[in-house]
């Protein structure tokens, strides 16, 4: 992984200061005149431009200087006993810094109504690796039959999910909840059971570790699949000016994880008014929740896309899913090449923001995984991952 190398290299770089520079030594005289020279001076702009100065207004701070300061950037309206409480609980959870153990693990969260058509894939990716990650798996329909040892025994107490609908989001919650319990993990990625690896587990590992952004997809969509779901309702907490979308397979920090926890308020909101056939529209939580929450509370702590791939382009209501005839090194070799991420609006005018995948400071390929995968290319794709995965 020559990049992270590099990266942190330059980290290191970066925090060796330089030595505190030499002062010419003044003389003693020249010292006293340029004093003088500048109390002088100083004076002499104060008895020219009294009170009225605001230079001298900031070098006196007195009580008549009021006027020229700038009012502090109050917020337009009091803030509720809840908000305050939720904005002083997240500030701290942010200041704190993050408890290094010994081997910091990855948690890869699956969230899927049964088996997970892929784990002998996933296996392939996690061999050799058996200390740096752990697996959960929230089966919402059927209890999987596991056909691999790195998932056998990890499934957590479940509830049924439908679509789209707010219980969606309280799956992904349970599922952080549990994989919080292990304080090595530092990192959590969602995953469906139509989700492959793009990449080789030593890629993975650096790409989510060696930064401190979660992925969080998150854009402005003044569409009706975007701000047409706000409500009103959701006033004055959430204001339609911050309503965000984004697709809901995120990779989170473990500060991120955690204020998630914390969060009621937003959560409650959420619940009551994004939802399924609310107000004659539907609003889907697992796709304005985080993106909102994150975008008023740490807007730089997330990547703003997701590290996920889904092939969106052919313009209907489900992303594109890949055959076994579809699967072809090229295919995947086109995936981990793409640097910029894309967003298009679901209003008429149809607006595609597209921006580069910047990685600490650098442009780098945006995905680590890939959706939407049919069971029947799971052959394909074990044949090729050790080709498709080579740097
Ligand atoms: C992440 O680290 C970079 C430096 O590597 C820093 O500029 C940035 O402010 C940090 N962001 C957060 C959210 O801590
Ligand atoms: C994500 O988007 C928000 C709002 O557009 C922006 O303030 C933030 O800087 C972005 N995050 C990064 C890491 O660029
Ligand atoms: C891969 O990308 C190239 C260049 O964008 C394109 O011409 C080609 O059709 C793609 N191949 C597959 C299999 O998607
Ligand atoms: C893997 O890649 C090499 C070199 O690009 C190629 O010769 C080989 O046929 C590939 N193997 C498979 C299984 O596609």
């Given at each position: 992984?020559?990049?992270?190398?590099?990266?942190r290299l330059g980290m290191k770089d970066f925090l060796v200061m330089p030595g505190p520079r030499q002062r010419?030594?003044?003389r003693r005289p020249v010292w006293i005149i340029l004093l003088v020279s500048f109390v002088s001076i100083f004076l002499i702009g104060v008895y020219v431009y009294p009170a009225s100065?605001?230079?001298?207004?900031?070098?006196?701070?007195?009580?008549?200087c009021r006027a020229f300061r700038r009012p502090p950037l109050l917020?337009?309206?009091?803030?509720?006993?809840?908000?305050?409480a939720s904005e002083v609980v997240i500030k701290e959870i942010l200041k704190s810094h993050p408890v290094q153990t010994k081997t910091p693990k990855i948690a890869f969260m699956f969230?899927?109504?049964?088996?997970?058509?892929?784990e002998?894939?996933?296996?392939?990716?996690f061999h050799g690796h058996e200390d740096r990650f752990t697996v959960y798996v929230h089966a919402s329909r059927e209890?999987?039959?596991?056909?691999?040892?790195?998932?056998?025994?990890?499934?957590?107490?479940?509830?049924?999910?439908?679509?789209?609908?707010?219980?969606?989001?309280?799956?992904?919650?349970r599922l952080l909840a549990n994989a919080l319990i292990d304080p090595a993990n530092q990192h959590f990625v969602l995953l469906s059971d139509s989700c492959v690896p793009v990449h080789n587990f030593e890629y993975v590992y650096n790409y989510l570790m060696f930064t401190n952004v979660s992925f969080i997809d998150c854009f402005v969509d003044p569409g009706p699949h975007g701000n047409g779901r706000y409500s009103e309702h959701m006033m004055p907490e959430v204001n339609k000016r911050d309503f965000r979308k984004g697709s809901q397979w995120f990779s989170l920090k473990r500060q991120h994880a955690i204020i998630i926890m914390a969060d009621s308020l937003y959560h409650t909101k959420f619940k009551l008014y994004c939802k399924p056939n609310m107000d004659g529209r539907n609003c889907y939580s697992d796709e304005h929740y985080l993106p909102t929450f994150f975008l008023m509370k740490d807007p730089e702590g997330i990547a703003n896309w997701s590290v996920t791939y889904v092939d969106w382009s052919e313009?209907?209501?489900?992303?594109?899913?890949?055959?076994?005839?579809?699967?072809?090194?090229?295919?995947?070799?086109?995936?981990?090449?793409?640097?910029?991420?894309?967003?298009?609006?679901?209003?008429?005018?149809?607006?595609?923001?597209?921006?580069?995948?910047?990685?600490?400071?650098?442009?780098?390929?945006?995905?680590?995984?890939?959706?939407?995968?049919?069971?029947?290319?799971?052959?394909?794709?074990?044949?090729?991952?050790?080709?498709?995965?080579?740097?």
């Open positions: 992984m020559k990049k992270a190398r590099a990266w010419p030594q003044l100065s605001s230079a001298s207004c900031f070098l006196f701070s007195s009580k008549g917020p337009s309206r009091p803030l509720t006993d809840d908000e305050i969230l899927t109504p049964g088996s997970l058509p892929f002998k894939l996933w296996e392939k990716f209890r999987p039959g596991h056909v691999s040892r790195y998932f056998i025994g990890r499934d957590i107490h479940s509830e049924k999910v439908g679509w789209g609908k707010f219980n969606m989001v309280e799956a992904e919650k313009g209907k209501w489900h992303p594109r899913a890949y055959r076994a005839q579809d699967i072809t090194y090229d295919l995947l070799k086109n995936i981990t090449s793409i640097d910029e991420s894309v967003h298009v609006t679901s209003d008429a005018a149809k607006i595609t923001v597209t921006k580069p995948c910047i990685w600490n400071g650098m442009k780098r390929p945006c995905y680590l995984f890939a959706r939407k995968f049919y069971p029947e290319t799971l052959n394909k794709l074990i044949h090729l991952f050790s080709n498709y995965t080579t740097v």
